[in-house]
């Protein structure tokens, strides 16, 4: 079976919210042209025994596109110890795919208790996952030259609004796939309209809609780099005669640290993610099966696993806006990038993110909260 094909296993459903959504510090969105709210989706954790606790602190930081955006410091008593992996293996066909990974000829910039929570409606403003996963201003990275000699160069792509909104649709595949892959490619090498943006290491992702908010592992190495794999032809819309859908020996590590946010109605998912950074926005109380945010708890996770199996790390309530973790270049990724999908719970077909034709329900990214 193909890997980009399958999708990577749900957790588990039928969870309980223990506590109210209580608001959070949002990460602010102004520059998009509809200020959207997301989704949320829930799993089912281990009783949460010896959790780290912390205190956290909010602070500033300003992206690459000039907006002022919330992450969440956290300092943590340190534990020591090394975890082995517990994976949950399933090859349910609700998953999302997995991508590709970062760029070869590319310098890569960084940006600057025991009751488990279940899948809860939410109030019907937030309950859609509409608007950007990341602040729509953010300045993207931009594939150039031609095939055999293709980089990706940082900071020279259009702000994440306008590709996705007038690049992505359009019926030329270099311009719709150059800053990051579009939902037509999505389907054609993993069969779900998903949208990718090019994107610094670190860059801030927040959560489209409420819901729950789940933090899984596959991997956080790249299997571009392990196997000593060319990621050239994959940059941007793929060279088709060198770029097969699965192209290593071995296990390609599916959407590496991933998270997703589900609630009654929806499910949004966001792959690649950065480990430590994304650790440290882990509310204390939330992580699992004895997980903190000491990044040596993870080194077992360097190893490259199927992409059928992820670990659940951590599980919380979160509202649309606020931070949910940071872009990285883990799992299957031809490049740094952020890669976000949405479906509809019971529901195998997925949603166009974008407004791309072909697709019967399209355009979320820029749907209003109503």
């Known amino acids: ?89 399933s090859a349910s066909p609700q998953q999302d795919p ?36 990341l602040a729509p201003s953010t300045r993207l990275g931009v594939v150039a030259g031609e095939a055999g000699s293709r980089e990706l160069r940082w900071n020279e792509g259009p702000d994440a609004d306008s590709y996705s909104h007038d690049d992505q649709p359009s019926d030329d595949p270099v311009i719709a796939n150059r800053c990051g892959w579009n939902a037509r490619t999505h389907m054609e090498y993993e069969g779900q309209p998903a949208v990718d943006w090019y994107v610094p290491p670190g860059t801030p992702v927040v959560a489209t809609m409420d ?30 005669a060198r770029a097969p859908i699965s192209p290593f020996p071995g296990p390609g590590g599916g959407q590496g640290v991933f998270a997703r946010v589900e609630n009654a109605s929806f499910v949004t998912n966001y792959a690649h993610f950065e480990l430590a950074p994304t650790l440290d926005n882990v509310p204390g109380d939330a992580f699992v099966n004895d997980y903190g945010a000491d990044p040596s708890l993870f080194a077992a996770f360097v190893q490259l696993r199927d992409f ?46 974008t407004t791309e034709a072909g697709f019967a329900d399209s355009g979320w990214l820029f749907r209003s909260a109503g």
């Open 98 to 133: 997995t991508r590709p990974a970062s760029p070869t000829a590319t310098t890569t910039p960084t940006a600057s208790p025991p009751n488990t929570p279940t899948a809860t409606a939410t109030s019907a403003e937030k309950a859609a996952p509409t608007g950007f996963p």
């Open 211 to 240: 819901g729950i908010a789940s933090l899984s592992v596959v991997t956080t190495s790249n299997p571009f780099d392990v196997y000593g794999v060319s990621r050239e032809p994959y940059l941007g819309n793929p060279d088709r």
């Open 308 to 353: 059928r199996v992820s670990t659940l790390i951590a599980q919380w309530p979160i509202r649309a806006g606020e931070l949910l973790g940071f872009s990285g270049d883990t799992g299957y990724s031809e490049a740094p990038h952020l890669h976000y999908s949405v479906r509809r719970q019971a529901s195998d077909v997925q949603l166009c993110p």
């Open 1 to 89: 079976m193909d890997e980009r094909r399958d999708r990577v296993s749900s957790q588990g459903r039928g969870v309980r919210v223990a506590k109210a959504l209580a608001p959070r510090r949002a990460v602010g969105q102004s520059g998009s042209r509809t200020q959207g709210t997301g989704t949320s989706m829930g799993h089912e954790p281990l009783p949460p025994e010896g959790l780290r606790r912390f205190s956290r602190r909010a602070f500033l930081v300003v992206g690459s596109g000039g907006l002022a955006s919330l992450a969440v410091g956290c300092a943590s008593r340190t534990r020591p110890g090394l975890r082995t992996p517990s994976p949950t293996s």
